[in-house]
Nanobody
């Protein structure tokens, strides 16, 4: 059984930083692309950043160089370092992973972690 466990959300003031973590667990699996998405109240879920197992990254325009996605391959863990947070970054952040086992594969989502940026 594959699980994604997220951590690191919280309440911070504008300009502060947070680091989110997402760990993928499961037996005999490999993980291709991992990413972070977010969903603010009343809005659709949107891409924040993704990183392939080959190291190719993609960021949303609104990141503006403030966020960095990284991965620890052997540990099947992804991180999202968020600096200079703005109130507009307030949302539930979801981890996403493209998991493979043999010739099969499926995309999984984490449970979400709340990030609130407020003074």
């Amino acid at each position: 059984q594959v699980q994604l466990v997220e951590s690191g959300g919280g309440l911070v003031q504008p300009g502060e930083s947070l680091r989110l973590s997402c760990a993928v667990s499961g037996t005999k699996i490999s993980v291709n692309t991992m990413g972070w998405y977010r969903q603010a109240p009343g809005k659709q879920r949107e891409l924040v950043a993704i990183k392939s197992k080959d190291g190719i990254t993609q960021y949303a325009v609104f990141v503006k160089g403030r966020f960095t996605i990284s991965r620890d391959g052997p540990a099947k863990t992804a991180y999202l370092q968020m600096n200079n947070l703005e109130p507009e970054d307030t949302a539930v952040y979801y981890c996403n992973a493209d998991v493979r086992w043999g010739k099969l594969g499926q995309t999984y989502w984490g449970q979400g972690t709340q990030v609130t940026v407020s003074s």
